[in-house]
Nanobody, 120 residues
Framework: QVQLEETGGGSVQPGGSLTLSCTAS??????MGWFRQAPGKEREAIAL????????YYRDSVKGRFTISQGAATNTVVLQMSRLKPEDTAMYHC???????????????WGQGTQVTVSS
């Protein structure tokens, strides 16, 4: 139901950086974050942010490299990605929901996706 607008995808060399941004049509949503899916692979939660409790989740494979935070408004989340690896290549989707969960089926609002490609 919530409209999500994503920006920031692109192509970078290994070790490079990208910043993704997502803005929701509603002012306050309890949980916002990012999932990603590569062709032939399952969709996985990358980073989640609870706007009320300021609680975060990171997948182990991105800890220390990715940072999720609020943007200029409470309905915006930013994902800063650094030291990118080829295995980070995927379609990245912004999500929003009412419950704290790392399962894709628990989110009803999804952005259209923005492609991140990391290659030499």
């Amino acid at each position: 139901q919530v409209q999500l607008e994503e920006t920031g995808g692109g192509s970078v060399q290994p070790g490079g950086s990208l910043t993704l941004s997502c803005t929701a049509s509603q002012f306050v949503i309890p949980v916002m974050g990012w999932f990603r899916q590569a062709p032939g692979k399952e969709r996985e939660a990358i980073a989640l942010f609870h706007t009320g409790a300021l609680y975060t989740y990171y997948r182990d494979s991105v800890k220390g490299r990715f940072t999720i935070s609020q943007g200029a408004a409470t309905n915006t989340v930013v994902l800063q990605m650094s030291r990118l690896k080829p295995e980070d290549t995927a379609m990245y989707h912004c999500v929003a929901g009412s419950q704290w969960s790392t399962l894709s089926r628990d989110y009803d609002s999804w952005g259209q996706g923005t492609q991140v490609t990391v290659s030499s």
